[in-house]
């Protein structure tokens, strides 16, 4: 089976080796970050209109955190073209973090539609990189479609632990692998080192489930979901929150 896997990577590799020449020379990421919010904003409302009846569920439980002022320190990772802005409820303050500059074009649109909400500010970092904020500061973390793209899902669920006041609760939907030694696992693994590149980073083989588990929170609840889109290479997703 490996070297089925390998012998396809390959062949996937030649179609697409214009791609993967301008990534070794440095041409495809400035390219990439400048087209993907664009694909982003394109894929985020498709997904909302699939997703929003399970988001609001989600994200409902935000409500109950709210203190005797009625306002609650919501951290976004990733938070991109502000997709889950409109499933917040009002007194939320947000702070969002993301790496990509070019995605705030499309944050500020968002912000403008969901007055509702009171934005801190837009950090652009690496979401490991959360120095700026202190330890126990914020009350909801939350991270949609984000660890499959990051170099290491443990330590930036490190730091959302640490950011996290005792008590607060870490929101997440990512993308998983599928079963390993299904086709569907054997197809993800041949697409993986193209679709990094097409995807910004993201990995469609990531076991984001093992890293949660093993994260030291107080509680854990997920739920398995198929993908909204049959036709994206991405598997099965991972609904839930997390306890600190």
């Not at 126990?136 to 949609?144: A, E, I, L, P």
């Amino acid at each position: 089976m490996d070297a089925l896997v390998r012998l396809l990577q390959l062949l996937v590799l030649l179609l697409t080796l214009p791609l993967h020449i301008m990534a070794l020379l440095g041409f495809w990421e400035p390219l990439c970050k400048s087209y993907f919010p664009y694909l982003m904003a394109v894929l985020a409302a498709k997904t909302n209109r699939k997703m929003e009846g399970k988001k609001r569920e989600l994200f409902s439980q935000i409500k109950g955190l709210a203190g005797a002022s009625g306002k609650v320190a919501l951290l976004e990772l990733g938070c991109g073209t502000g997709a889950n802005f409109q499933f917040y409820p009002s007194g939320c303050r947000i702070t969002c973090l993301d790496p990509n500059p070019n995605f705030e074009k499309f944050l500020t649109k968002s912000m403008d539609e969901n007055r509702h909400l009171e934005y801190e500010r837009f950090v652009v970092a690496f979401r490991k990189d959360m120095k700026q904020l202190a330890d126990g500061s914020t009350d909801v973390v939350v991270c949609t479609l984000v660890l499959c793209s990051v170099q290491s899902p443990r330590k930036v669920l490190q730091e959302v632990h640490r950011v996290l006041r005792p008590g607060g609760l870490f929101f997440f939907w990512e993308h998983v692998a599928e079963p390993r030694g299904s086709w569907a696992f054997l197809w993800q693994q041949v697409a993986e080192p193209t679709w990094k590149h097409i995807g910004d980073g993201c990995r469609l083989t990531r076991e984001t489930w093992k890293d949660l588990e093993s994260a030291q929170f107080s509680e854990l609840q997920m739920e398995r979901q198929p993908p909204p889109f049959k036709w994206l290479p991405v598997g099965p997703h991972i609904m839930g929150k997390a306890v600190k």
